[in-house]
């Protein structure tokens, strides 16, 4: 797939590289691409209001299964990666995400919030005075990973190895990586079934085994599957969001001033962080199952749809002045957690995490700053998501 936040020059910011297609988003918001898969062209929505159409129209299916059968591809991802609850339609992604809503609801997140409290103190202890820190490794990696494990009940000894086979799913251009780190994770995860079959526990995993064995009949399968994109969604696009949100910061003075001295205002920040760099770029793979006309544009049956989120929530026709860091915008219907029926089931844990997180570093460092020019920031090269290798601070 490629895209705006796909160009390596435009990794630090693909809004830029969007702007060359701003210009006709108001009279083509969704525009045809030449390159799609087996040579189709492929169509990518840019303009907000088309993106949420898109997003819940059921003609837009998510099954992958059925777009690739019967293609042929070198690529060996193993199914429980390849065929999650996110590559799937009603009936089946209704009954599998039934089965996770619980735990991620406002109230069950509430119960974890002194937990996320706790580690994030725990890790901002560790941090030197003074000197610099790289923020995504001293804490924007590590409290997302830390508390998706929890929540699953995969052992500490575990998490780095889950970590990197999580991180290496997402090299981009690197497609023998990411088939070997999802066999990896997929026989990691089944292991770990089969270890809580025999000593039950009390995690969202231990439940989800009772659902395997129980009324839910839930496959084997389909068990290994929303455990690894559970466990892989759950940290990866937290990670990133803290990181953007962060550096978005601290390039706004103003506002970084703001939220440091009222960190009450955090919560209702979050919207406009959100919005202002989303940590998913670009939805996950969509295709027509019949002929659809979306923003004034005919699109054929059988042929991808790429929703560019990130385009989407600086699209100026939703919010005015897109590309300014506004606290006081209402950025409450932005497309960073996606919309419709696939809206990201874990959006509570991921906003209760930035809020702990974001509310700890400006009242534990006030004095925080880049410790390098913007222009030299590293960016992941990922499929998907969009998010800092490394944010260099000074405390």
Not at 112 to 134: K, S
Not at 279 to 306: C, D, H, K, N, Y
């Amino acid at each position: 797939m490629s895209g705006p936040a796909q160009d390596p020059g435009a990794l630090g910011d693909p809004y830029a590289a969007y702007a060359a297609h701003a210009a006709m988003r108001s009279s083509c918001p969704v525009q045809s691409l030449p390159d799609g898969p087996a040579g189709r062209a492929t169509y990518l929505v840019t303009g907000y209001a088309e993106a949420r159409e898109a997003l819940r129209d059921p003609r837009l299916s998510k099954d992958t299964g059925v777009f690739f059968a019967g293609r042929e591809s070198r690529r060996r991802l193993h199914p429980a990666v390849s065929r999650t609850m996110l590559a799937s339609d009603p009936p089946a992604h209704t009954r599998l995400r039934r089965l996770v809503t619980k735990a991620f609801t406002t109230g069950a997140v509430k119960e974890l919030r002194p937990f996320i409290a706790r580690v994030t103190d725990e890790l901002l202890d560790q941090w030197p005075v003074g000197e610099p820190l790289d923020f995504m490794a001293r804490l924007a990696v590590p409290l997302p990973v830390i508390v998706i494990c929890r929540l699953l009940g995969v052992p500490q000894a575990d998490r780095a190895a889950v970590r990197r086979w999580s991180a290496e799913l997402f090299a981009a251009g690197e497609p023998d990586v990411i088939d070997a780190a999802s066999h990896a994770l997929a026989a990691y995860m089944a292991d770990l079934v089969s270890a809580k079959r025999r000593d039950p526990g009390s995690s969202l995993l231990d439940r989800l085994v009772s659902a395997r064995d129980g009324e839910d009949r839930l496959s084997e399968e389909e068990l290994v599957s929303l455990a690894v994109l559970l466990l892989v969604a759950g940290h990866e696009t937290t990670t990133n969001a803290l990181g953007n949100a962060l550096l978005a910061l601290l390039r706004h003075p103003p506002v970084l001033e703001r939220l440091r001295q009222d960190p009450d205002g955090i919560p209702a920040a979050l919207d406009e962080l959100l919005r202002f760099d989303s940590a998913v770029s670009t939805a996950t793979f969509r295709f027509t199952t019949e002929a659809v006309a979306l923003g004034g544009t005919e699109i054929p049956a059988g042929v991808p749809v790429l929703v560019a989120l990130g385009a989407a929530n600086r699209d100026p026709a939703r919010f005015p002045a897109p590309d300014g860091l506004d606290p006081d915008r209402d950025a409450a219907a932005h497309l960073a957690f996606g919309h419709g029926i696939h809206r990201c089931v874990g959006a509570p844990l991921a906003r209760a995490e930035m809020e702990i997180a974001l509310r700890a570093v400006l009242t534990r460092f006030p004095g925080i700053r880049l410790a390098v020019p913007p222009g030299r920031l590293e960016w992941r090269r990922t499929r998907l998501v969009r998010g800092l290798a490394s944010l260099p601070v000074l405390t």
